[in-house]
């Protein structure tokens, strides 16, 4: 298949131009072509119509193919030149070339003109797609400027020996430093080396190809501020390896969480406060119903035997009364014995926590019917009030979410030291429940707070149909 050729023909002999024409043909081309001979014929041709290529004679009256090459030049078009002519000389055709001729042929000798075309078809296509390549970089080196340029992060790229290559906007105001100041900088100067994790950081970099973490940057002036760094390493077009570091002032996120903290801090404080102030409360109120009130009801009790044994003569009605007095004068005891050790067990501060707990198990056998088995593999005698009231707590709001809950016939409490901490461990055989279902129960929540108030942990093992586990890792530093 022939190959299409648009030629502009600046010739002012028709016979001269029907030979280049059918040597071309004879050559393989289809030519649709234009024959000019005076320049404004040349610059109405290039402006109205595109041309693959120009063939020039030399010497044309009143036109020759200098005036033909400048004029194809200030066009600005990329079309091939080739001068083709009967007679010139080396040194005319050496300058031709110099300004621009792709190539100069002798009108006797035509042989290499298919040749010639081609070959500087063939470099034209090649300059084109160049061109075209070119554009795309340079279209994309703006589009990768104006990211970086407009980026919030400071961005630097730098070899990974730290020099500094590239930064934008965003890390010359962070840093203070200008674009040709960073480019004499290295890296590191910009960063506290000293920071403990620094050289693990840049090993896991070197290693992984990536790395993010917190850092201590350092400003112009000296001033430092606690920074994130994510930093990569990728190879560029020349195969060189690149490390490309985006970093975040994240000083108002320190602020804040450190406010937050101190809030935190402040709640906990508060809400351990507001605990001794509960259990100081509930230990006088236990202690005031058992001491002042029991002993009353004691007394009550104790005269109304004297009453009994002293009175000869009553009638049996009255004696009646009096045993039914007596038996009433009991119950309110008992009842105060058992209000005063709800709120406050006595054991809890006389005898320990092992005797509280093991009360504690008693009792929810007893009143509710649940089988409770308390294991004891602990030494309490050195633990502190503190500690001694948070275990009791979270064992107590633990059994009354089992007679609430769980219907559970048996329950397993154990307390033990192991590895430098105190577990205690409350299991029973319930229904249990989905621990991701959400619910609105403060009861896990009060045992956290109790859990964390002694730096410890709570775990909750659960599920449908399968009981509750809940232990308490607690520091055996409260001993």
Not at 221 to 234: D, K, L, M
Not at 354 to 362: G, K, S, T, V
Request: net charge negative; glycine share 6%.
């Amino acid at each position: 298949m022939k190959k299409k050729l648009r030629l502009l023909l600046c010739e002012d002999d028709e016979m001269d131009a029907a030979l280049v024409i059918r040597q071309l043909e004879k050559e393989g081309f289809d030519v649709e072509w234009e024959r000019v001979d005076t320049a404004d014929a040349l610059t109405d041709a290039l402006t109205q119509r595109h041309w693959d290529m120009v063939l020039s004679d030399f010497n044309i009256p009143g036109f020759g193919g200098v005036q033909v090459l400048a004029i194809v030049k200030k066009s600005s078009l990329d079309i091939p030149f080739i001068l083709v002519s009967g007679a010139i000389g080396e040194e005319t055709a050496v300058e031709m070339m110099r300004k621009g001729a792709s190539d100069y042929l002798m009108k006797g000798n035509l042989q290499r003109l298919g040749e010639a075309v081609k070959r500087e078809l063939e470099e034209l296509k090649i300059r084109k797609a160049k061109e075209e390549a070119e554009s795309i970089i340079r279209a994309n080196e703006e589009k990768y400027r104006a990211v970086i340029d407009n980026s919030l992060y400071a961005i630097l790229l730098s070899c990974t020996a730290g020099h500094i290559q590239e930064s934008n906007a965003a890390a010359s105001a962070m840093f203070g430093y200008t674009r040709e100041e960073f480019i004499r900088l290295n890296r590191y100067s910009l960063l506290d080396t000293t920071d403990t994790f620094f050289e693990t950081k840049i090993i896991e970099r070197d290693t992984e190809g990536r790395v993010k973490g917190e850092f201590t940057g350092i400003r112009k002036n000296g001033e430092r501020f606690p920074c994130e760094i994510a930093s990569v390493i990728f190879h560029d077009i020349e195969d060189k390896q690149v490390s490309c570091s985006m970093i975040a002032d994240i000083s108002a996120r320190k602020n804040a969480e450190q406010q937050l903290r101190h809030a935190l801090e402040e709640m906990q404080q508060l809400s351990q406060h507001l605990k001794d102030a509960r259990e100081d409360e509930r230990k006088f109120i236990a202690r005031e119903i058992h001491d002042e009130v029991g002993q009353l009801a004691t007394a009550i009790q104790l005269q109304l035997h004297l009453l009994k044994l002293k009175s000869q003569d009553i009638s049996a009605a009255l004696l009646e009364k009096i045993d039914r007095s007596m038996g009433l004068s009991d119950m309110m005891i008992t009842s105060i014995r058992r209000i005063a050790t709800s709120i406050r067990p006595i054991a809890l501060d006389e005898r320990g926590l092992n005797d509280a707990l093991r009360w504690q198990c008693e009792q929810l056998q007893e009143n509710h019917h649940i089988k409770c088995i308390f294991t004891e593999d602990f030494d309490d005698t050195k633990l502190s009030a503190e500690a001694k009231t948070e275990f009791f707590r979270i064992c107590q709001e633990s059994m009354t979410n089992v007679m609430r809950h769980a219907q559970a016939n048996l329950v397993e409490v154990s307390i033990r030291e192991e590895q430098g901490m105190i577990h205690l461990v409350i299991k029973d055989n319930g229904k249990g429940f989905d621990p991701n279902q959400k619910t609105t129960h403060l009861g896990l929540i009060g045992l956290r707070e109790r859990a964390h108030s002694l730096k410890g942990e709570l775990k909750l093992t659960t599920g449908l149909d399968q009981g509750t586990l809940i232990e308490v890792a607690v520091p055996n530093r409260w001993k």
